[in-house]
């Protein structure tokens, strides 16, 4: 079930997203992670919508979406990839948004890849200069997606 996040309580959040930040960019330094957090903790989180995928009361999966329409989180747990959860969480907020922009490592090719499935098209690129690694400025529109 995909519920909004209204709790103050963000431990079971930064937890799968610590896990799966981890996870899913093994390029750069776990450290740069785990000294993030306090900024997803009290910036990030409290100034995006979001919605969490949960199985029996547990995250699986969460989507958070920033001003101005920006993704600025999908993840979901790495024991959960490949089952249709980041799907699920992308279709519920494209339900909610006509245009959907985000920022992708360019080296997370798997990430890439979903995105492309999902309807996103590469618009530019971006450095980040704390990993000192390229990304992908991406979006996607309501009206660019062919309906199924």
Same mark, same amino acid.
């Given at each position: 079930?995909?519920? #909004?996040?209204?709790?103050? !309580? /963000?431990?079971?959040?930064? @937890?799968?997203?610590? !896990? ?11 450290? %740069?992670? *785990?000294? @993030? ?5 009290? $910036? %990030?989180?409290? &100034? ?13 999966? =969460?989507? &958070?979406?920033? !001003? ?6 999908? =993840? ?16 519920? $907020? +494209?339900? *909610? %948004? &006509?245009?959907? &922009?985000?920022? $992708?490592?360019? +080296?997370?090719? *798997?990430? $890439?890849? =979903?995105?492309?499935?999902?309807? =996103? *098209?590469? #618009? ?6 704390? /990993? ?6 991406? @979006? ?6 062919? @309906?199924?």
């Amino acid at each position: 079930m995909i519920v #909004e996040w209204n709790s103050k !309580e /963000t431990a079971p959040l930064l @937890s799968l997203w610590l !896990e799966s930040t981890i996870y899913a960019h093994p390029f750069i330094s776990e450290s %740069y992670w *785990r000294e @993030s957090e306090p900024l997803v903790r009290d $910036v %990030y989180l409290p &100034s995006a919508r979001t919605w969490v995928l949960e199985e029996n009361g547990v995250p699986q999966g =969460f989507i &958070s979406v920033l !001003e101005m329409q920006f993704i600025g989180a999908l =993840f979901v747990r790495p024991d959960a990839l490949g089952q249709g959860r980041g799907k699920a969480l992308l279709d519920h $907020v +494209k339900q *909610r %948004y &006509s245009a959907l &922009s985000l920022e $992708v490592y360019q +080296k997370n090719e *798997r990430a $890439v890849s =979903f995105y492309h499935a999902q309807g =996103f *098209r590469i #618009e530019d690129s971006a450095w980040q200069d704390e /990993t000192q690694h390229p990304t992908w400025i991406m @979006s996607w529109q309501a009206d660019q997606t062919p @309906s199924a």
